[in-house]
T-cell receptor, first 116, second 111 residues
Framework: ETGVTQTPRHLVMGMTNKKSLKCEQH?????MYWYKQSAKKPLELMFV???????ENNSVPSRFSPECPNSSHLFLHLHTLQPEDSALYLC???????????????FGPGTRLTVL | GEDVEQSLFLSVREGDSSVINCTYT??????LYWYKQEPGAGLQLLTY?????DMKQDQRLTVLLNKKDKHLSLRIADTQTGDSAIYFC???????????FGAGTTVTVRA
């Protein structure tokens, strides 16, 4: 049990739908991440939030919209997705303190998204 | 560059040792990680090593780092059926949030 939970675990949506993925961390961390895991491809970092501010957006299409209302919660809002967006979406958190040995990322179980 | 490469598959007999290999291209990477992903689950952190270390041992797991050759390995002693999973190598640079992952090695443990 990593202390990072994600809901829903599975989601099927049409291309015109709007849905949201939720992540919650119970570890007291101050940074949260969204990753995309597609078949036969390395994990791709999508967004990073530190102290509730977005610090990185790796050229992700605007149909993905993140929201971090506080240090424990992270959302990924989805709208007008494409079938190629079908993947496992993983959330992670870490404690960014600048000290050597810190900053290890802990992952949630992921949301398996299928876009029809 | 930040390419991390792993072999895609490894088949091991139960009770034998497994060795999973990883190479990375950027010598300035500071932290190197091994994660495990079981079917239908997220990534579980197994262990990590700092770039100024050569070896780290944690119960059945041994991590070896050859910084000169940019080669990282994970050895699992007495491999069990529960060790069947995908194992990811990842690198991170100090003062950088980004983890660069390899494509993962699928380990299959056979009886």
């Amino acid at each position: 049990e990593t202390g990072v939970t994600q809901t829903p675990r599975h989601l099927v949506m049409g291309m015109t739908n709007k849905k949201s993925l939720k992540c919650e961390q119970h570890l007291g961390h101050n940074a949260m991440y969204w990753y995309k895991q597609s078949a036969k491809k390395p994990l791709e970092l999508m967004f990073v939030y530190s102290l509730e501010e977005r610090v990185e957006n790796n050229s992700v299409p605007s149909r993905f919209s993140p929201e971090c209302p506080n240090s424990s919660h992270l959302f990924l809002h989805l709208h007008t997705l494409q079938p190629e967006d079908s993947a496992l979406y993983l959330c992670a958190s870490s404690q960014e303190s600048g000290q050597v040995g810190s900053d290890t990322q802990y992952f949630g179980p992921g949301t398996r998204l299928t876009v029809l | 560059g930040e390419d991390v490469e792993q072999s895609l598959f490894l088949s091991v007999r139960e009770g034998d040792s497994s060795v999973i290999n990883c190479t990375y291209t950027d010598s300035s990477s500071t932290y190197l990680y091994w994660y495990k992903q079981e079917p239908g689950a997220g990534l579980q952190l197994l262990t990590y090593i700092f770039s100024n270390m050569d070896m780290k041992q944690d119960q059945r797991l041994t991590v070896l780092l050859n910084k000169k050759d940019k080669h990282l390995s994970l050895r699992i002693a007495d491999t069990q059926t529960g060790d069947s999973a995908i194992y990811f190598c990842a690198e991170r640079f100090s003062n950088d949030y980004k983890l660069s992952f390899g494509a993962g090695t699928t380990v299959t443990v056979r009886a």
